[in-house]
């Protein structure tokens, strides 16, 4: 999800990252506008979950959560 990194200071903890929607990259975004009324399209729980586990992995590198480590989804 993330695409890029403006700031990075592992020792502080800080990472500001971003990300731009688009139709043309992600297909997806007209089905997540349900009611004309919304004026953005949503983003779901899960987009918004697998955004802070990339942010973890690049602030914490050698840290590793057991379950994904079990399953093999992180390398």
């Known amino acids: 999800m993330i695409e890029g990194l403006s700031c990075l200071d592992i020792r502080r903890g800080q990472l500001d990252a971003s990300r731009v929607f688009s139709q043309e990259k992600d297909l997806w975004i007209a089905d997540h506008r349900p009611f004309t009324f919304v004026k953005h399209p949503l983003v779901s729980a899960a987009m918004v979950l697998e955004t802070f586990m990339e942010a973890a ?5 050698t ?13």
Request: one cysteine or more.
């Open 57 to 61: 992995r690049m602030l914490y590198p």
């Open 63 to 75: 840290c590793a959560c057991e379950e994904f480590a079990r399953c093999g989804s992180w390398t």
